[in-house]
């Protein structure tokens, strides 16, 4: 698979992944993939592996720094 094709698969991911949590609505596929396209390029940028359970990454909290308190 090239790097386009890997890219859009997991965007069709997080976009699929995203229409199922908004209760399949008809009609909102661009809102949810240029959501999906957002997700994926702060994941790709910050290196965040998907959750298998949450592929969206839609109920993740952000990380803590080490050492905080």
């Known amino acids: 698979m090239q790097q386009d094709d890997k890219t859009q698969h997991e965007i069709r991911k997080i976009a699929y992944a ?3 949590k908004d209760g399949q609505p ?4 661009r809102e949810h ?3 999906a396209k957002e997700i994926w390029a702060f994941r790709s940028h910050n290196h965040v592996l998907d959750d298998a359970d949450d592929p969206a990454g839609a109920t993740k909290k ?3 720094a080490s050492g905080a308190a």
Do not use: F, N, T, V
């Open 33 to 35: 993939w240029e959501a």
């Open 62 to 64: 952000p990380r803590q």
């Open 18 to 20: 995203l229409w199922i």
């Open 26 to 29: 008809d009609g909102r596929d």
